[in-house]
């Protein structure tokens, strides 16, 4: 399959937020409880362009199929070149390289702009669950993220405790006069 990736707009809250509300429903991948409304997926994605890149991806019919966005790592000043990142993939597209795609693309818009690391807050499973694998932890390891922290049973959702990881990617020079 081919893909396409463009810039998303308020208008696409309703797509995206059905690509992520399965997520939010049926998996701890997110620690969102309860699918946000068609609104404040608007709202997110607006103040989201204020600052970051925030990508859609389509398929060859033009069907949304997948999105990636980047935040502050925190709110303060000395973590203006840091963010956190996402990224989110229809379901039925998982394993196809969308999130590559979209992870690449993601990295080289943060780059034009000056980001120097991206940070990743994965949910992390606590042995074998019906609701999260470690897929996520090895899809970034693949893409050149290192492991810098694990939060213990900091995550309760489904009636379990989940652990969170921190990745880190540095991807560009950190100079001194920057």
Known sequence: MKYSLRT?????????????????????????CEVPTVEEFRRRIAATLERYPYLVA????????????????????????????????????????LGRLLHDALEQALKDIGILNMYACIAAPRGDDPYLTDNSIRFHTHLGYRLIGRFLQCGYKFERWYDMVWMEKLIGEHRSDS
């Open 58 to 97: 389509e398929d060859e019919r033009g069907d949304v199929v997948g999105y990636a966005y980047a935040g502050p790592l925190k709110e303060r000043a000395a973590f203006n070149r840091s963010v956190e990142t996402s990224i989110y993939v229809r379901q039925d597209e998982v394993g196809k390289g």
């Open 8 to 32: 998303a707009t308020v208008a696409d809250a309703e797509l995206l937020r059905d690509i992520y509300a399965p997520y939010v429903s049926g998996t701890a991948i997110t620690f969102e």
